[in-house]
């Protein structure tokens, strides 16, 4: 990875990782309505407690990611690409009808840092698991899957909070670890391409199938039970550039695409790091994979950084 070491001269209200938005879910409803539209089990989750979970069209195919912090029993904090946040604000205030639940664009009321290695750890060791006054009101951290072994969390206060001493982590260093983690982030590129389980979310928490019925359930729950899981999320190297929405071509069998790039992070020493979800028939010949055209560069390394869950 690049230098972690972080810019001290950077101002309190400098937002260190501006590809990210943050969706406030607030009322005594907050949390059924949340239950009825994501893949999580919202319900079951405690005040400072943080999950995984995607919003899917009635297809199951995923329009955003979310990381979700519980911070009360009616605040929840969204964390999710800043290029889909309107539009996924948009549609998900479609369904509140007469649920007391407010939606909001919160992104301009949350310092939000990224944490790699130690500082993840101690920040997070500090941090309080809830809020005594039931709002929103002191720093979270929401752990996250660690990239190349290196532990990551996410750092959220009131805005104009001191950002910790140890962060922030640069954009760029973000952007890698998190592809390097293997959990792509759905940002407008490729908003409506992906089942959950063809980025192996079902492997990393972000999943629930003994909760109730939300957008896409029946859908993602058939993929996962008829044995229909036909792509899979792998992390790959790319020898040139990439990014996510470019499609990947085997060049034994030219004349269709086998895969999508779901994300992709410059890389240290040039070429890119990616997420690509990969159709498995094509990748039991070990074919020659290449970006963007069946001579584009070439797409190598690939391996998933965690195992995928045989039972659920």
């Known amino acids: 990875m690049h230098d972690l070491a972080p810019d001290r001269r950077q101002p309190e209200r400098h937002r260190p990782l501006p590809h990210l938005g943050v969706i406030r879910a607030q009322g005594e409803d907050a949390a059924k309505f949340l239950q009825g539209q994501l893949t999580q089990d919202v319900a079951l989750m405690k005040p400072g407690e943080s999950r995984l979970a995607a919003f899917c069209n009635a297809k199951g195919r995923m329009l955003a990611s979310f990381e979700v912090l519980k911070v009360s029993a009616d605040e929840f904090l969204l964390v999710t690409s800043a290029g889909t946040l309107a539009a996924t604000l948009k549609r998900l205030s479609m369904f509140v009808l007469r649920a007391k639940c407010r939606l909001s664009d919160a992104t301009a009321d949350v310092a939000l840092a990224g944490l790699l290695g130690d500082a993840a750890i101690s920040i997070a060791a500090r941090a309080r698991p809830s809020s005594a006054s039931g709002h929103f009101d002191h720093e979270f951290t929401i752990p996250l899957p660690a990239a190349d072994g290196t532990p990551r969390a996410l750092w959220l206060a009131p805005a104009g909070t001191p950002l910790p001493p140890t962060a922030p982590v640069s954009e760029a260093d973000w952007l890698l670890a998190e592809v390097r983690a293997g959990v792509a982030r759905i940002t407008q590129p490729v908003a409506e391409a992906f089942v959950p389980q063809m980025l192996n979310y079902?492997?990393?928490?972000?999943?629930?199938?003994?909760?109730?019925?939300?957008?896409?359930?029946?859908?993602?729950?058939?993929?996962?039970?008829?044995?229909?899981?036909?792509?899979?999320?792998?992390?790959?190297?790319?020898?040139?550039?990439?990014?996510?929405?470019?499609?990947?071509?085997?060049?034994?069998?030219?004349?269709?695409?086998?895969?999508?790039?779901?994300?992709?992070?410059?890389?240290?020493?040039?070429?890119?790091?990616?997420i690509a979800s990969l159709q498995l028939s094509a990748l039991a010949d070990q074919p020659a994979l290449h970006i963007g055209a069946p001579d584009g560069p070439a797409l190598t390394a690939l391996h998933q950084p965690y195992p995928l869950l045989e039972d659920i």
């Not at 896409?216 to 929405?245: C, D």
């Not at 060049?251 to 994300?263: E, F, R, Y």
Request: positive net charge; aromatic residues 6%.
């Open 202 to 274: 079902e492997s990393v928490g972000g999943i629930n199938f003994k909760k109730g019925c939300y957008p896409g359930q029946e859908v993602v729950a058939r993929s996962q039970f008829r044995g229909a899981i036909k792509r899979r999320a792998f992390v790959g190297q790319v020898a040139g550039a990439a990014q996510a929405g470019q499609e990947v071509f085997d060049a034994a069998a030219p004349d269709q695409p086998v895969g999508l790039i779901a994300q992709a992070a410059a890389a240290p020493g040039g070429g890119t790091a990616v």
